[in-house]
């Protein structure tokens, strides 16, 4: 037994030493935790981004060793289906993406990747959207304006020229559309703006203008019905959920052929307070619809152009969902309709 015993400790040995040797290396900061969370085992990458040292902090809780507030709520709520962006606890300069990842009965794999430079990369792309959209702004007003006075006048001169002109105005009408898209998906990725989300919403005071609004846009080729429980507000940012509802809804009128049925529903569910869009639209292929929150992403190019889309609607959707704990859910099937569900945490509540 002695003989086997050596024997079996002279292969572990190599292979040990060899698994340590590979984990000094990686370039992600690991630890092992215990199933109450204990610190078991941190690599040396754990030492320079979170400040934990293996001996030392050995048996310790992972939420006493790492004090960020955002990281305890995170790892005290258990749910560790997506990742966790916080600053460096040793350095405030760092940016990182923490995810917790249970293996084996009870054990945890908590990993930290730097992300500072794909953080300034993203700064930098939304300002310079955000710059380049604010300077289009009032060229592309002062053209427009002068469009309008030219579309309206009644002089011989401009008579020849005025389906030029109204196609002009089109075009800029639509680029404005666009720049304002643009702008408002810049301040909802900007970071520091959860200020405004606790406000009381009248949801269903909201939901009955946006009904009126799909009602005016319809032009009355559609049948659009609401089941809203009166009784269901929120805490959030009310021009936020506005843009929501109304690009969810606005949508459902473009893409439903005239004669359709476009049904909203506002009610409470086990999950929270839920809002749905049901229409019997053109519908959207399978393959399409993993990417239709992407920006600019359209099914049918030519249709959504005809119909004023801007290719971000449902990008704003997304943006403004996340900031208020929300996912966009989509169904469809070509031919027969679409439905787009969201539903809140029970926290957004407003009492």
């Given at each position: ?11 572990l ?7 340590h ?5 990686l ?17 040396i ?7 934990l040292?293996r001996k030392r902090?050995r ?12 990281f305890?709520?995170y ?31 009870v ?7 730097d992300?500072?430079?794909?953080r300034q ?8 959207v ?17 469009l ?25 009408g ?12 810049s ?47 929120l ?11 109304s ?30 869009v049901?229409?019997t ?10 990417r239709?929150?992407e ?16 290719g ?12 208020h ?7 469809s099937?070509?031919?027969k ?12 509540l407003?009492k």
């Open positions: 037994m002695r003989v086997r015993g050596r024997k079996r400790k002279r292969k040995s190599p292979l040990l030493s060899g698994i040797k590979s984990t000094k290396v370039p992600d900061a690991t630890v092992v935790l215990n199933s109450k969370g204990e610190m078991e085992w941190g690599n990458v754990a030492r320079g981004m979170l400040g040292e902090d048996g310790r809780m992972i939420d006493e060793l790492i004090t960020n507030q955002a305890q709520n790892y005290s709520a258990g749910d560790f289906s997506h990742p966790l962006n916080i600053t460096s606890p040793v350095n405030d300069d760092i940016r990182l993406e923490i995810r917790i990842v249970p293996y084996g009965k054990k945890y794999l908590l990993q930290a990747r992300i500072t430079r794909l990369l993203e700064t930098v792309r939304r300002d310079f955000a710059n380049v959209s604010h300077e289009m702004r009032t060229p592309l007003t002062v053209i427009h304006g002068y309008e006075t030219m579309g309206e006048s009644e002089g011989e001169d401009l008579a020849p020229w005025q389906n030029i002109i109204t196609q002009m105005r089109q075009q800029t639509r680029l404005q559309r666009i720049v304002e898209d643009l702008l408002l998906l301040r909802l990725e900007s970071p520091g703006q959860e200020d405004g989300l606790q406000a009381p919403v009248d949801v269903p005071m909201l939901l009955e203008f946006v009904r009126d609004e799909a009602l005016s846009l319809s032009k009355g080729e559609h049948s659009i019905t609401t089941d809203i429980d009166e009784t269901i507000k805490q959030g940012s009310a021009s936020e959920l506005e843009s929501i509802f690009n969810l809804v606005f949508n459902a009128v473009r893409y439903t052929p005239a004669g359709g049925r476009i049904r909203l529903r506002w009610w409470s569910s086990k999950r929270g307070p839920c809002f749905l049901k229409d639209g053109i519908g959207i292929e399978a393959e399409h619809i993993p239709l929150a920006r600019f992403y359209r099914v049918d190019v030519g249709r959504s152009r005809k119909s004023g889309g801007t971000l609607g449902l990008a704003i959707v997304k943006h403004a969902l996340t900031r704990g929300s996912q966009l859910k989509i169904e099937e070509p031919g309709g679409s439905s787009f569900r969201c539903c809140f945490p029970p926290s957004r407003s």
